[in-house]
Nanobody, 115 residues
Framework: QVQLVESGGGLVQAGGSLRLSCAAS????????MGWYRQAPGNEREFVAM???????NYADSVKGRFALSRDNAKNTVYLQMSSLKPEDTAVYYC?????????WGRGTQVTVSS
């Protein structure tokens, strides 16, 4: 069982930046993938970004060039740096981890971008 704690959401104006954190209860180097999904009201949950234990990253087209993943292995934490935020980025952001044969989700953190 992997426990995930997200933080860093909030309210920001369009064009601003936020950094989300996802702290895992397991050594992230033993985790297959860590990533972020988001869900806006009335929408399906959608993929945002992912990093593998080998350090490979993948981003949704809608956030490429604006969002960046990084990790601190010593803290078992992955960060999502979000820049040039747009109102359409408003959503609840969920950390997602795949570990061995299971998938784990965090509780989510709200990001609101005002125009």
């Amino acid at each position: 069982q992997v426990q995930l704690v997200e933080s860093g959401g909030g309210l920001v104006q369009a064009g601003g930046s936020l950094r989300l954190s996802c702290a895992a209860s397991e050594n992230i180097l033993s985790i297959n993938t860590m990533g972020w999904y988001r869900q806006a009201p009335g929408n399906e949950r959608e993929f945002v970004a992912m990093i593998t234990n080998g350090g490979d990253t993948n981003y949704a087209d809608s956030v490429k060039g604006r969002f960046a993943l990084s990790r601190d292995n010593a803290k078992n934490t992955v960060y999502l740096q979000m820049s040039s935020l747009k109102p359409e980025d408003t959503a609840v952001y969920y950390c997602r981890v795949t570990y061995i044969l299971s998938t784990y989700w965090g509780r989510g953190t709200q990001v609101t971008v005002s125009s």
